[in-house]
């Protein structure tokens, strides 16, 4: 409901003048808290790597990529091509400061043709991957019923985790996607406020530490979670793991 009712309504209405202005508002509240680099997965991107080139933080930006045509590839793709032109023109600008990623939104808004192609382009061409990964329960389940596997397994055929990846949530891993996350050397990005406020659950962590997972933390932005407060995200995910 957030989602759909709230955000996608809201983010119809976004220009690219809107968006600089909130990366460098949201700018100011990380480095406030001292934060001194952020991975961001959005659209409208060239704005907010001008916000990271101007401001002095560093950055891992990527273009949300989604695909719903089952036909759908990335040649000729509008959106795939906005993260190629964003790496041409912004990939280690700044003297390295700033670095463009690769980004699949997700398992359940992206098709597997398109997938594998994103995947292979990011191996290929040496990049990063940013991805939402086992958020809510329904997106894990609905997962299993199209492909007969888990968003981790599915995507770790597609070739997606080929690359060094971040995974957003990971609220609903098993203990095999725990596994297949360690062995690719995955890191999973925590965001404890934001999972509460959306009501998505508890990603358990700790069994993410015993089975050698790379595990981060992370705010999922001001929309999920109102703050870029790393310090509460820390206090909260402390209280949660015990």
Known sequence: TWLTTRIYPAEDRLTPEK????????IAEM???????????YFFCNETAEAVIESGIKANLSRSLVSFDPAARIMGDARFAESVELVKHYHNAAKGRLKIDMSLHAEYTNVEGYIRDVAAYTKDAGLLMQIH???????????????GKTPTAFLADCGVFDSPATCAHGVYLTDDDMKILAAKGASVAHNPCSNLKLGSGVANITKM???GVNVTLGTDGAASNNSLDLFREIYTASLLAK
């Open 209 to 211: 530490c015993e089975m």
């Open 19 to 26: 968006v600089k202005a909130a990366s460098e508002l949201a």
């Open 31 to 41: 480095i406030r808290g001292g934060i001194v680099s952020f991975s961001d997965m």
């Open 133 to 147: 990964l086992s958020e809510t329960e329904k997106e894990h389940n609905e997962c299993i019923e199209r492909h």
